[in-house]
């Protein structure tokens, strides 16, 4: 069985100068593609209200839902560390609640570090979830679930704005954070930033200064996102995808498909079955005393 990556490997990591590599996954089969492809972590992030329920914003998100997938990509992986994100309103409230919430996501969902948004004000509760010894990402800059009250846009441009980001990230780390994600962040100010972390940052549209990436698994392969500066895309799968449902289409309204091929065929018992399958409409038939030309509720005679 693969070595599963841990926290701890995240910092060994950043000690070597190995950069890390996460992505996001939502379900069983394309987790199990990237643990194959071997990448550091798999993010079952919020970002599924996106990506996978249609959702204007992540605030929708439930934390059922996040545990809904988390069982699916934590039976799909052997290598990569399963991180989970925890939704809006299920760490904002108390650390006690926090721990309640983290702990399901562990323990039924199967993760094994648990994510959450935000600088010092979310400081005591990674230092709860980290004493009952749930490894916590942090995650700074643009943070999504504040999008009514940040918009979507850059965040640390100004003195004042940098600042706070590194005070957020300091608060982080002291709390027991063991990796950071630096969100739509400048490159020069995630780069200083990282240089002064002892815990690795993971950057998404913050820059190569990061000392690890993260993209959103449906973005890079080309099943929307598009317009993002942030991402690259590796593959034009929504292209594939509707390309070759376009073509199945084609090929059931023009009798291409089934063929033989597609089909079981009976052989020598053809007959005798054939016959068996008449005599039942045949007693039907005599039973109802119908004569076959009623119209039924959706139209056309039988």
């Known amino acids: 069985m693969a070595k599963r990556v841990t926290a701890r490997d995240f910092l060994q990591r950043k000690e070597r100068g190995e950069k890390i590599a996460m992505l996001t996954a939502y379900d069983y089969p394309t987790a199990a593609l990237v643990d194959s492809a071997g990448v550091d972590a798999i993010l079952v992030g919020d970002s599924l209200g996106n990506v996978v329920q249609g959702q204007a914003t992540t605030v929708f998100v439930t934390l059922e839902d996040i545990l809904y997938?988390?069982?699916?990509?934590?039976?799909?992986?052997?290598?990569?560390?399963?991180v989970a994100d925890m939704p809006f309103l299920?760490?904002?409230?108390?650390?006690?609640?926090?721990?309640?919430?983290?702990?399901?996501?562990?323990?039924?969902?199967?993760?094994?570090?648990?994510?959450?948004?935000?600088?010092?004000?979310?400081?005591?509760?990674?230092?709860?979830?980290?004493?009952?010894?749930?490894?916590?990402?942090?995650?700074?800059?643009?943070?999504?679930?504040?999008?009514?009250?940040?918009?979507?846009?850059?965040?640390?441009?100004?003195?004042?704005?940098?600042?706070?980001?590194?005070?957020?990230?300091?608060a982080l780390e002291d709390a027991g954070a063991f990796a950071v994600v630096l969100e739509l962040v400048p490159h020069e100010v995630s780069a200083e930033i990282s240089r002064r972390l002892r815990m690795p940052t993971i950057g998404i549209g913050s820059g190569a200064g990061c000392d690890g990436q993260v993209l959103v698994?449906?973005?890079?392969?080309?099943?929307?996102?598009?317009?993002?500066?942030?991402?690259?895309?590796?593959?034009?799968?929504?292209?594939?995808?509707?390309?070759?449902?376009?073509?199945?289409?084609?090929?059931?309204?023009?009798g291409a498909f089934p063929t033989s091929e597609q089909a079981v065929l009976l052989g020598a018992d053809a007959a005798d079955?054939?016959?068996?399958?008449?005599?039942?409409?045949?007693?039907?038939?005599?039973?109802?005393?119908?004569?076959?030309?009623?119209?039924?509720?959706?139209?056309?005679?039988r």
Do not use: C, W
């Open 69 to 82: 997938h988390t069982k699916m990509v934590a039976r799909a992986t052997q290598h990569a560390l399963v």
């Open 273 to 301: 079955v054939l016959s068996a399958v008449r005599r039942v409409e045949h007693h039907r038939l005599i039973a109802s005393g119908d004569d076959g030309t009623d119209i039924n509720p959706y139209g056309g005679g």
């Open 217 to 254: 698994l449906h973005d890079m392969l080309g099943i929307g996102g598009a317009g993002l500066r942030h991402n690259r895309r590796y593959a034009e799968v929504g292209q594939v995808i509707q390309g070759a449902a376009e073509a199945y289409a084609k090929d059931v309204r023009e």
């Open 90 to 170: 299920t760490y904002q409230i108390s650390p006690e609640e926090s721990l309640r919430n983290a702990g399901r996501l562990v323990q039924e969902g199967g993760a094994q570090a648990v994510k959450l948004e935000g600088g010092a004000e979310v400081a005591p509760t990674v230092r709860r979830l980290v004493q009952a010894g749930i490894p916590v990402m942090g995650h700074i800059g643009l943070t999504p679930q504040s999008v009514h009250a940040i918009g979507f846009r850059v965040q640390g441009r100004t003195s004042d704005a940098a600042a706070r980001l590194m005070e957020g990230a300091y």
